[in-house]
């Protein structure tokens, strides 16, 4: 395995989709967190099973959930202390 060496800090700025996304994930992560313990969908519950904005509701947090796996692979820029 090759070694990493640290020339600093490495600080990474979110962005407004960064905050939306893992907003949109929180609420999935909640909702299937709800639906194993209680077999309560509360999307569906909301909305209607399968109306067109609980649909709309599951796909972007589908998309949300692809946005943040990307985000977690892709390499920060560093920075330095002076700009923050």
């Known amino acids: ?15 407004p989709a960064d905050w939306l996304a893992g907003a949109l994930v929180i609420i999935g ?4 967190g709800l639906v194993g313990l209680l ?9 209607g099973a399968t109306s067109l904005p609980s649909k709309a509701v599951y796909v972007l947090v589908g ?8 985000r977690a692979f892709v390499p920060a820029k560093p ?6």
Do not use: E, H, P
Not at 63 to 70: G, I, K, N, Q
């Open 1 to 15: 395995m090759a070694t990493v060496k640290s020339a600093g800090i490495v600080r990474s700025r979110r962005t």
């Open 29 to 32: 992560a909640i909702n299937w």
């Open 39 to 47: 077999q309560l969908d509360l999307v569906a519950a909301i909305f």
């Open 63 to 70: 998309l949300a959930a692809v946005y943040c796996l990307v």
């Open 79 to 84: 920075t330095s202390l002076a700009k923050l």
